[in-house]
């Protein structure tokens, strides 16, 4: 691997880890903020923000795991890097 694949692959991995840092911080914090505005709305009976601050965090936090293992992946595949199963 040369000097410039290593700072190529360091920028597109730090881009995505900021990228999933940014989405991470909008589901951890920003939703919570607005989630009482949020209860103002109802859905099947249960105020909307806590279907956004409870349920929906969580699901968002499953799937971006597994679609940055996913990304994170390609780009080590691309740089040849990834670890061999």
Same mark, same amino acid.
């Given at each position: 691997?040369?000097? @410039? @694949?290593?700072? +190529?692959?360091? !920028? ?7 990228? !999933?840092?940014? &989405?991470? %911080?909008? %589901? +951890? =914090? *920003?939703?919570?903020? #607005? +989630? ?6 109802? %859905? &099947? *009976?249960?105020?909307? *923000? =806590? =279907? ?7 699901? &968002?936090? &499953?799937?971006?795991? #597994?679609? %940055?293992?996913?990304?994170? @992946? +390609?780009? $080590?595949?691309? #740089?040849?890097?990834?670890? @061999? $199963?």
């Amino acid at each position: 691997m040369t000097a @410039d @694949d290593r700072v +190529a692959h360091w !920028h597109r991995t730090r881009t995505l880890m900021i990228t !999933h840092l940014c &989405v991470w %911080f909008v %589901f +951890a =914090y *920003g939703v919570h903020w #607005f +989630a009482p505005a949020l209860n103002n709305i109802s %859905f &099947v *009976g249960w105020p909307l *923000g =806590y =279907y956004f601050a409870a349920q929906g965090s969580l699901i &968002v936090f &499953v799937v971006q795991l #597994f679609l %940055f293992t996913k990304q994170q @992946d +390609a780009i $080590d595949r691309e #740089f040849g890097v990834a670890e @061999d $199963d």
